[in-house]
Nanobody, 125 residues
Framework: QVQLVESGGGLVQAGGSLRLSCKAS????????MGWFRQAPGKEREFVAA????????RIADSVKGRFAISRENAENTVDLQMNSLKPEDTAVYYC??????????????????WGRGTQVTVSS
């Protein structure tokens, strides 16, 4: 498993932007597919975005397509989630996750082996 630590969350007004970052502990980070999920109060955790081991393939949830983008920097063991045009319904705890199947940009939680503790994003109206 790999240890993951998210950062970059906070409070932002609707229409604003935030950039989340996830730092991984292992040197083998470049072999993992990475994903972002979120969980709003009273709701189930849902898929947001995923990126393959080399960044060549990405997958974005329809609910955030055109507003969010995922990227990674393997030399720094980081994966980022750029969030633009934020809406109050984007308010959630955002989690970073790693899959040791590096090519599989799954939107399913069980495909991921390691999870961070999450970072809170709050969008005010």
């Amino acid at each position: 498993q790999v240890q993951l630590v998210e950062s970059g969350g906070g409070l932002v007004q609707a229409g604003g932007s935030l950039r989340l970052s996830c730092k991984a502990s292992r040197r083998t980070f470049s072999s993992y597919a990475m994903g972002w999920f979120r969980q709003a109060p009273g709701k189930e955790r849902e898929f947001v975005a995923a990126i393959s081991w080399n960044g060549g393939n990405t997958r974005i949830a329809d609910s955030v397509k055109g507003r969010f983008a995922i990227s990674r920097e393997n030399a720094e063991n980081t994966v980022d989630l750029q969030m633009n045009s934020l809406k109050p319904e984007d308010t959630a705890v955002y989690y970073c996750a790693a899959s040791n199947t590096g090519w599989d940009i799954s939107n399913l939680q069980y495909a991921y082996d390691s999870w961070g503790r999450g970072t809170q994003v709050t969008v005010s109206s």
